[in-house]
């Protein structure tokens, strides 16, 4: 991998990670176009840094509200926080069985399908759209409304579905705050990004040693940190100011498109 390279890529994979617009149904109409499904394993590697470093954009991001959820926890006084904490985990476990033991199955069904990728993309264009128009309520975070976030992000597992779009949309239908929506989207990924990455890190320490470049591989880190720190500020404000439409056409367009080559 070049250097270049590693630098576009890394930037990609901090803007998609967290604007709605689906890395994963990127990847998998890039897949589809090139006909490339097997990646190297210095690819693989490389994923993980760009994971690590989407992962460390969001703790940068929200510093201050992590550091007062650990200092939280131990307080007696300030149920509200371990609250905070169980409605996350709950939020975990839709997606932790889906990425346990169905993810291959779905991943081969959609991957290299271009007309399936491109509806899901249409599918979130729709959700984008809807979300701008939801009224800005103020209904507490709930255990019941932690886990409908958590299968919304669950589904999202799907090529062409947006993990941020998905479950900030059904945050606001359920009348969660724009503010709240967009915060508890995305402190609640921090864990499975961390969890994934634990996962492939075990499973290249099973296979031989890896040979990489280092100076591309660190590029690519730091452009996917600058870049995500850049979309996760970026995507609170949008969600803010209703103004996520504008991504909402944009994943129409490339969905149509998408569906109509599948056809051609």
């Known amino acids: 991998m070049g250097f270049w390279e590693a630098i576009l890529l890394g930037i990609v994979q901090g803007l998609t990670e967290f604007l709605p617009v689906s890395s994963s149904g990127h990847l998998a109409l890039f897949t589809a176009i090139t006909g490339n499904d097997q990646l190297p394993a210095e690819n693989l590697l490389f994923a993980i840094l760009v994971h690590a470093a989407t992962a460390i954009a969001t703790m940068i991001v929200f510093r201050k509200d992590i550091v007062a959820i ?7 006084e300030q149920p509200e926080t371990r609250a905070f ?4 985990v709950v939020s975990m476990i839709p997606a932790v069985v889906i990425g346990l033991f169905f993810e291959y199955q779905i991943t081969a069904l959609f991957g290299t399908n271009l007309a399936l990728v491109g509806v899901m993309l249409c599918l979130t264009a729709a959700l984008l759209f809807f979300t701008d128009k939801a009224s800005n309520k103020k209904q507490p ?6 886990l409908l976030i958590g299968v919304a992000q669950a589904i999202a597992i799907l090529p062409g579905i947006s993990r941020s779009g998905t479950t900030i949309a059904l945050a606001l239908l359920l009348g969660i ?7 508890f989207s995305f402190l609640m990924v921090i864990p499975l990004i961390l ?3 634990a996962k492939s890190i075990l499973d290249q320490c099973a296979t031989a040693t890896i040979a990489f470049d280092l100076l591309p591989m660190s590029a690519g880190f730091f452009a996917a940190l600058a870049s995500g720190i850049l979309a996760c500020t970026w995507m609170i404000a949008l ?3 209703s103004k996520l439409r504008y991504f909402a056409i944009y994943c129409l367009v490339v969905g ?3 569906s109509l080559v599948a056809w051609i």
């Not at 904490?85 to 996350?88: D, L, P």
């Not at 705050?177 to 915060?183: D, F, L, Q, V, W």
Request: hydrophobic residues 40%; without cysteine; proline residues 0%.
């Open 70 to 76: 650990i200092r939280g926890i131990f307080k007696k």
């Open 85 to 88: 904490v169980g409605y996350i």
């Open 141 to 146: 975070i709930s255990y019941k409304v932690a």
């Open 177 to 183: 705050s724009r503010t709240e929506a967009a915060r």
């Open 195 to 197: 969890g994934s990455m």
């Open 239 to 241: 969600v803010k100011r």
């Open 256 to 258: 149509l498109t998408a």
